[in-house]
Every structure is written in C-alpha cells, then in structure tokens.
C-alpha cells in the first residue's frame, strides 16, 4: 500500500513486517480448527455471544478467541498481537522521510 494509507501512529518498519507476515498464514481458519468449531457453530445456530463465551469458560478456554477474525488461523493472529508491543521505531508521522507528507 501507499505511505499514506498506513497508519501515522506507529512506525515504518512495524507495519511492512505485517503485510509480509499476512502473506505467511498457515493452518487451518479460526472457524475450522477442531478446537473451536463447535463453538463458532454455536454462533451460527444463533447463541448469544454471550452464551458461547461462557461455555468456551467451563471448557477451559479463551473466550477472547471469539473475538478475532474467523477467516484467519489463530497462530498468525496471535503472532499480530505480539508484534504490536515490539513497535520501536519512529511514528511514521514523525519519520525525517516521510514527515512532510504529514504536515499538507
């Protein structure tokens, strides 16, 4: 994508190492993983979200889990989450490069 379609608030570097790691997503979607399928055709029979999470609880899982996107794996969306904290370069609305795009 185009500079300015990134987001400002975080770095450069951060976010092309995201569109590389979405091209890496292995395994099976988040709907079709064994572990969770029962619970995703909970949804679809029309449970509240509620309902479903407490039963992913008493089950021992994550509840959480219902929230991400149902398209991708749960390893790559897991992956985003910790790449997220490791945001160590410069904003890119104050990167030297690209600051004056920023100030128009």
């Given at each position: 994508p185009a500079i300015m379609d990134l987001d400002p608030e975080r770095s450069l570097s951060s976010q092309q190492k995201k569109e590389e790691e979405d091209e890496e997503d292995t395994g099976p979607p988040l709907k079709e993983d064994p572990k969770y399928v029962k619970y995703f055709k909970m949804v679809k029979m029309g449970l509240p979200m509620g309902a479903v999470q407490h039963k992913m609880t008493q089950d021992g899982l994550d509840p959480a889990i219902m929230d991400l996107d149902p398209e991708r794996s749960l390893?790559?969306?897991?992956?985003?989450?910790?790449?997220?904290?490791?945001?160590?370069?410069?904003?890119?609305?104050?990167?030297?490069?690209?600051?004056?795009?920023?100030?128009m």
């Open positions: 390893s790559s969306q897991q992956k985003k989450d910790e790449e997220d904290e490791e945001d160590t370069g410069p904003l890119l609305k104050e990167d030297p490069k690209y600051v004056k795009y920023f100030k």
